[in-house]
Nanobody, 116 residues
Framework: QVQLVESGGGWVQPGGSLRLSCAAS????????MKWYRQAPGKEREWVAL????????NYADSVKDRFIISRDNAKSTVYLQMNSLKPEDTAVYYC?????????WGQGTQVTVSS
């Protein structure tokens, strides 16, 4: 059974940093691309970042490019999102995501709040 468990969210002041983690289980993690999404209050869920299975390709939404870094540790079946220079508009619930056997899987999400 595929499980994704996010952690690392919290409150941070503008300009601060947070590192999110997503621990995966129930599938061959090393063979799957992983993504981060976020959903702000009253808005639709939006894609944030992608990392391919061997970390060969990284891609970011324009809104987070040059501030966020996605990475993975295949030995730990974990994907990370390092978030720097955080802005109030980054406030959202952050979800990790993968597709396994044509099925979309989501974690429960972790709340990130950026405010002074």
């Amino acid at each position: 059974q595929v499980q994704l468990v996010e952690s690392g969210g919290g409150w941070v002041q503008p300009g601060g940093s947070l590192r999110l983690s997503c621990a995966a289980s129930g599938f061959t993690f090393s063979k799957n691309s992983m993504k981060w999404y976020r959903q702000a209050p009253g808005k639709e869920r939006e894609w944030v970042a992608l990392i391919t299975s061997a970390s060969g390709w990284l891609n970011y939404a324009d809104s987070v490019k040059d501030r966020f870094i996605i990475s993975r540790d295949n030995a730990k079946s974990t994907v990370y999102l390092q978030m720097n220079s955080l802005k109030p508009e980054d406030t959202a619930v952050y979800y990790c995501n993968c597709v396994v056997d044509n099925t979309n899987y989501w974690g429960q999400g972790t709340q990130v709040t950026v405010s002074s």
